[in-house]
């Protein structure tokens, strides 16, 4: 009597267990539909001018840049200059708001655009720099959350024909590399909403917000702070593969040179890199995209 | 045999006497409400453990409503406020890289959404809403569940001590 007692408690308990979880299995929700259609501008209702406020665009580097980093095989690099050559930059008010890894478009209430190329050198400044400003636009108030940008061959200057221009040193035990790498395919990237300590985007009327056009650099060279395992150092390509290309201390080169002189893996890695270089703070973005 | 059936509700009288005032006693109540869980992980399928959560509320998105961390598997659960009307934010960070979600409420409160991103998966908890989760035979099953285990064990310990 007492065993059967306790092996019936036990059948008991085991059956409505696994009838719980049978329901629960079988009302899976459905993932949700990915967005579609663009709207920009238009919809953005006329405000007093009172209304409007001040939306900064940033363009950071980060420390990575401006201090410098060691590579993931060891490498220390410090860049000179960090050219890279900003256009057609939109902030968005998404509604929903945008994710660039869940697809669809961005599907905006009102957006601001600053029509204008720039090249900017996210290499100036010491480690305390803010952000370099790119441009100021006057914008209703509300949340900017989605950024969009592209990043075309500079048209005039000392980068003319770039997007980006690497020019730095690379040392390691009694090896000095100099090196200049230009990039000269255009991207485009489009972006949620920022990722950090702070938010950003969020603009009341008459007041000041900023957005930030973040460039990791980690997910080129890689990070020889993180274990030889982390996705950061397993994506990236290093120093390694461009130093091999080096000749006399010297490396000079753009995406034509580098495709010819790397290894096909490594080709494929330098452009994964760049494809994902494009950042929101920690926020990741898509690249490729038509933009709206 | 009297004797035998009565013990169990002797002891549950004795529990429930303890109602009575008891010096910095303690007091645990409980309640079910409906929570969200968010599920963060990387795009390589990686879970996101002990990432920085910070949770905003529709009325403030600029201080955290709740900050925390997620667990082992990449897990946080937490209850919104259902007062506050609006999107709820979410965001997740660990070493420099990080995403940030919005639950409507229509996702939040139903029974039949999932958000789906590609490295901070979100969906409502499932089995923490007793208004909308649990469907009139799962709660019979439970509290019969329940009750069967109560008896079980104390005719389990009385068949034991004769």
């Not at chain 1, 990575?64 to 902030?91: M, Q």
């Not at chain 1, 949620?192 to 950003?200: A, C, L, T």
């Not at chain 2, 009325?59 to 009307?85: C, H, K, M, Q, S």
């Not at chain 2, 965001?91 to 039949?112: D, K, L, Y």
Request: with cysteine.
């Amino acid at each position: 009597m007492k065993r059967r007692t306790v092996l019936l408690s036990v059948a008991m308990f085991v059956l409505g267990a696994a009838a719980l979880l049978g329901c629960r299995q079988g009302k899976q929700p459905p993932l949700m539909e990915p967005k579609s259609d663009i709207a920009v501008d238009s919809a953005f209702s006329q405000a007093e001018s009172s209304q409007l406020g001040t939306l900064e665009i940033r363009a950071n580097g980060e420390d990575f840049v401006r201090r410098g980093l060691v590579s993931k095989d060891g490498w220390r690099i410090k860049f000179e200059h960090v050219y890279v050559n900003l256009s057609d930059i939109k902030a968005y008010q998404a509604d929903p708001p945008f994710d660039p890894f869940a697809g669809g478009d961005i599907q905006a209430v009102g957006a601001v655009h600053l029509n204008q190329s720039l090249t900017v050198d996210l290499a100036l400044g010491d480690e305390e720099a803010a952000p370099i400003l790119v441009g100021q636009l006057a914008a209703q108030p509300g949340r900017y959350n989605a950024l969009t940008w592209k990043m075309l061959p500079a048209d005039r200057g000392p980068t003319a024909g770039s997007v980006l221009t690497l020019v730095g040193l690379a040392e390691r035990a009694e090896r000095a590399i100099r090196f200049t790498i230009k990039v000269n395919q255009p991207y485009t990237y489009a972006c949620g909403d920022f990722v950090g300590d702070q938010r950003k985007g969020i603009l009341k009327p008459g007041g000041n917000a900023d957005l930030e056009v973040t460039f990791h650099f980690d997910h080129l060279f890689g990070n020889g702070e993180l274990p030889a395992d982390d996705p950061v150092n397993t994506d990236a390509l290093g120093f390694d593969p461009l130093a091999v290309l080096a000749d006399d201390g010297r490396l000079q080169g753009d995406l034509g040179m580098l495709k010819e002189g790397l290894s096909v893996s490594h080709y494929l890695l330098l452009e994964s890199a760049l494809s994902g270089l494009a950042h929101v703070g920690e926020g990741h973005c898509k690249e490729g995209e038509a933009l709206p | 045999m009297r004797g035998k059936l009565l013990s169990p509700l002797i002891f549950l009288s004795i529990l429930s006497a303890q109602s009575g005032a008891i010096a910095h006693g303690v007091r645990i109540t409980h309640q079910v409400a409906p929570a969200l869980e968010i599920q963060a992980r990387y795009d390589n399928g990686e879970n996101m453990a002990n990432a920085q959560v910070a949770v905003y509320a529709p009325n403030d998105p600029l201080e955290p409503w709740l900050t925390g961390t997620t667990d082992a598997a990449g897990r946080f659960v937490f209850i919104p406020d259902r007062a506050l009307d609006g999107n709820w934010e979410i965001q997740v960070r660990q070493a420099g890289h990080g995403n940030i979600v919005s639950v409507s409420p229509e996702a939040m409160f139903a029974t039949s959404d999932t958000i789906n991103l590609s490295d901070l998966l979100v969906g409502t908890s499932p089995g923490l809403d007793s208004d909308t989760k649990y469907t009139p035979p799962q709660m019979v099953l439970m509290g019969a569940s329940g009750v069967w285990g109560f008896v079980g064990t104390a005719l389990f310990f009385i068949r034991r001590r004769g």
